[in-house]
């Protein structure tokens, strides 16, 4: 079934360590979006990239790092993790990045750090 | 900035209807979005609205006014699988999505 894939579906991690949250899409779409979802605070964007090549911040970008080498993956990196990065983190993407363009996501990462 | 606001919870019996409100001040605006989120799931598509009036699509239906700044999405004929989370969303000018804190819905038999 094609749609967004996400790895690992879960972690445990030490702060202070280096961290890559894995996702791929293969619907082609152009643009995709990293999101955190915290108890009580909805969705809020992390980083985003409107086609392979170009990336963009989001409200949240402090502490997190992105890359779009190609269509299909966009992985979402933390450097130097902090426990006020214990989240769970979504992936999404959409065929455009514009006003009628739906996003879809994928089945989250959660991300524990101790 | 964008300000999404809609209520935490919400109770309903199996084969009522329940209207969920959003009420929005963004910068910019194109299109407002309704979205599903069942406990530790991904959240999945509803509906769209960027034009004032209602959407139906089954059993669900969304209502935008711009002027406003107000959309409910309306739930009828309850099942108990419809218990989730509905998240509002707001496509800014700057073309990103913000959303509301979400709206848990409890289905009572």
């Known amino acids: 079934i094609a749609g967004i894939t996400q790895a690992p579906t879960s972690q445990i991690l030490a702060a202070g360590r280096r961290m890559t949250l894995r996702c791929t899409q293969d619907?082609?779409?152009?643009?995709m979006y990293w999101y955190r979802q915290d108890l009580g605070l909805g969705l809020r964007l992390i980083h985003y990239?409107?086609?392979?090549?170009?990336?963009g911040k989001g409200e949240v970008p402090d502490g997190y790092s992105v890359s779009r080498a190609n269509t299909d993956d966009f992985p979402l990196t933390l450097a130097s993790a902090v426990p006020s990065q214990t989240s769970v983190y979504f992936c999404a993407s959409s065929p455009l990045a514009g006003a009628g363009d739906t996003q879809y996501f994928g089945p989250g990462t959660r991300l524990t750090v101790l | 900035g964008q300000n999404i606001d809609q209520p935490t919870e919400m109770t309903a019996t199996e084969g009522a209807i329940v209207q969920i409100n959003c009420t929005y001040q963004?910068?910019?605006?194109?299109?407002l979005f309704w979205y599903q989120q069942h406990a530790g799931e991904a959240p999945t598509f509803l509906s769209y609205n960027v034009l004032d009036g209602l959407e139906e699509k089954g059993r669900f239906s969304s209502f935008l006014s711009r002027s406003k700044g107000y959309s409910y999405l309306l739930l009828k004929e309850l099942q108990m699988k419809d218990s989730a989370s509905y998240l509002c969303?707001?496509?800014?000018?700057?073309?990103?999505?913000?959303f509301g804190a979400g709206t848990t819905v409890t289905v009572r038999a």
């Open positions: 963004t910068s910019g605006f194109n299109g």
């Open positions: 990239s409107n086609t392979a090549g170009t990336t």
């Open positions: 619907m082609r779409h152009n643009a």
């Open positions: 969303a707001v496509k800014g000018g700057d073309y990103k999505l913000s």
